[in-house]
């Protein structure tokens, strides 16, 4: 299903962790009421515009790039487009003069709705979905939020959106397989059953306790002894480019879950080729850092066969009749003998098929072992006390600037 | 003109460094060509495909994405699209069916016209172009390359297709102010003349020889102190998304310039807000291994006003009536102030508007920052030996796979 391939020997063999497969449970209820309303947008509107920042955006964008297509025409269905993940005015403003050319539902994704960038971008967008569909509004606003408590939950039930569930167990980062990922998912197109079965098999198959056979032990074993030798950052790479969403969600996983008590490794993320022509140089003989994870699908769907031509020019009718997606994977294993030769570890994780199942698969692997990886590390997986700092600082800068306007 | 706040102490006060005033030495000819040619593609194409990887896309994507809208309606103009920058079958065909419904130019750059990757998309964008437009084709693809000698020189005088040229002694990644960079950002729309009066005017104030007043020596000294006193990452931060191709393009010039003999800072690229609540949790508390530089645009076209609401729901009152972009403003303030708590030094490159020119003013600093930088190091600021280890393994295996298909 998941093929682990690493040459790094670990102490390790086994590591009590905490239990993370209630992280997938949604009710079949839940995912009735998923699917009628991803087929209610695509019936009433081109664009669902998701808010949310973090872990309440990061899976679904991260699935949804990764099983759409790279080019969208207009027949294709309903585009998720994201708000509230920055804070730019331009990009705001530009948004909405290019939604008043669509049909429009939003979801808005807070666990609290407190947090600065979604709760500003919710107001704006609020207001407009009034000005532009009056009563209708209501309907077209779907809120995912804490079942008991918080501000959205009391906007929610004030102005009686419909509303999912974010179980409160749940962290932001682990909350792909709950209604903050599956409703966006859903809209755009994608299976969200086959999704949610290729999580529970892995959920099956990484619980085996011969780790010899589970790739999510051995994986979070190897960066923990490449971290103890020194290494300090871990390079996440694919070569289609249609992952680079996973990577960042990848990003945020292990960043948030590992990066505190001055520990953890580095995560970086690398798009090929594109990144071999940018970051190739310094990985191939710059500072001795990193170690190299690369994710590989063996079967992905639309080819494009290299084409015979009369006079060679470009001297590659060698190549003519053969699948540029085979080209791709060599290219692949000609990247992992040059970074080998580098003296940059390279392991590999290889999947059957770029789709919804294995994408659950293999997201679920990530969330497992994270856990152990955190578990090793010493630290706690689900917390991120870090990342309330800036906010303090923000909100007070901004507080004392609201001061000084009133005066 | 540009900013550069730090407080780190040097002990560096000059240093001589090999001149790239000739980097931006674009004719009026040329110039005039070029502008031609991107009013000939407005007029005749809804699209241009840039073919090209690495320093060959990298600098005109970044300058298109900080310089035109983030959602651009049917009405904007010329779409700006890019292919042979990675090898997925599946990007090359989905392209080229959403190619079907639009008119199309293309622009290929490549200096010897042997690299892998975009030598195979032309090779298929060729025949697309051909059995599309037949003998127009010829008048549809323009040509980027070097002026005497390579297979993309044979091929336009074999075609007949209208050429520019690389100057032989710019580097990939020093060739945004040469054709390879212009041709494309004019077709967007853009003002090139603007773009290289600003990098004009950073050649000028960057050489001053009074250190106390040349950001760009600051930036490269500050950055190197930094790197010996065991620093190992570099993040590139800004507020404004639309600057993240920015970041890729300046990843690209500092490590492939400065990652070699086992030296150099990993450059790494962050998107704030985003990756505040993915890898900001890291970055507060995570292994004490980055240090950080901000850009920051001090007015920036198109702006959201916080609208007042009535019930306050969010709590967010106090900032109604404010601009969002000096929102954002302050809450890089205060992510200054939370990292450099965290002991993550803090740099900042202030400029004052995102337009074409204070973008040209920009790239021209951080050429000449990186060129100080890598001399710093005692590494060569324009080679780039490492790129070719993964082209060699990957060619090696891919004449050894043909071998086995021809038997």
């Not at 993370?20 to 995912?31: A, K």
């Not at 906007?155 to 999912?164: I, L, M, S, T």
């Not at 397989?177 to 086959?194: K, M, R």
Request: hydrophobic share 40%.
């Amino acid at each position: 299903m998941l093929e682990f391939h690493s040459t790094i020997q670990t102490q390790f063999s086994s590591h009590p962790v905490p239990d993370i497969s209630h992280y997938n449970q949604s009710t079949f209820d839940e995912l009735f009421e998923i699917a009628n309303i991803a087929q209610e947008i695509n019936l009433k509107a081109q664009v669902l515009l998701v808010i949310g920042v973090g872990g309440s955006f990061l899976g679904a964008r991260a699935v949804i790039d990764a099983l759409t297509p790279y080019f969208k025409t207009d027949a294709y269905g309903v585009e998720v487009i994201y708000a509230g993940q920055n804070m730019s005015g331009a990009y705001l403003n530009q948004l909405l003069k290019y939604l008043d050319t669509k049909e429009i539902y939003v979801n808005v994704i807070s666990k609290s709705g407190s947090t600065m960038e979604p709760a500003l971008a919710f107001r704006v967008v609020k207001q407009y979905m009034e000005q532009r569909y009056g009563i209708e509004s209501k309907l077209r606003i779907i809120v995912t939020t804490d079942a008991e408590k918080g501000i959205l939950k009391e906007v929610a039930d004030k102005e009686g959106y419909r509303r999912f569930v974010i179980p409160s167990e749940v962290g932001g980062r682990y909350s792909i397989f709950t209604p903050v990922g599956l409703l966006p998912i859903a809209a755009a197109g994608i299976d969200i059953q086959a999704f949610i079965d290729g999580a529970k098999q892995a959920e099956c198959d990484l619980s085996n306790e011969n780790l010899e056979q589970n790739p999510a032990y051995q994986y979070a074993f190897s960066r923990y002894e490449l971290y103890k030798k020194g290494y300090s950052v871990e390079l996440l790479a694919s070569f289609e480019p249609r992952l680079n969403k996973l990577h960042e969600w990848w990003k945020q996983l292990f960043g948030e879950s590992e990066g505190k008590e001055y520990k953890g490794l580095y995560p970086s993320t690398v798009n090929y080729s594109t990144d071999l022509h940018a970051i190739g140089q310094f990985i191939q003989e710059g500072s001795r850092i990193m170690f190299e994870t690369l994710i590989h699908f063996e079967e992905v769907e639309a080819d494009t066969e290299i084409p015979f031509t009369l006079d060679d020019m470009d001297g590659l009718n060698y190549l003519a009749g053969r699948s540029m997606n085979a080209i791709n994977a060599t290219s692949k294993d000609g990247v992992a003998l040059a970074h080998e030769e580098g003296d940059v570890p390279v392991m590999k994780i290889v999947l059957p098929k770029l789709d919804a199942y294995h994408v659950g698969y293999l997201m679920f692997f990530f969330m497992k072992a994270c856990v152990i990886s955190a578990t090793l590390l010493e630290v706690n997986p689900f917390d991120q006390p870090g990342v309330e700092a800036y906010k303090q600082k923000m909100v007070e800068l901004l507080k004392k600037d609201a001061l000084v306007i009133q005066k």
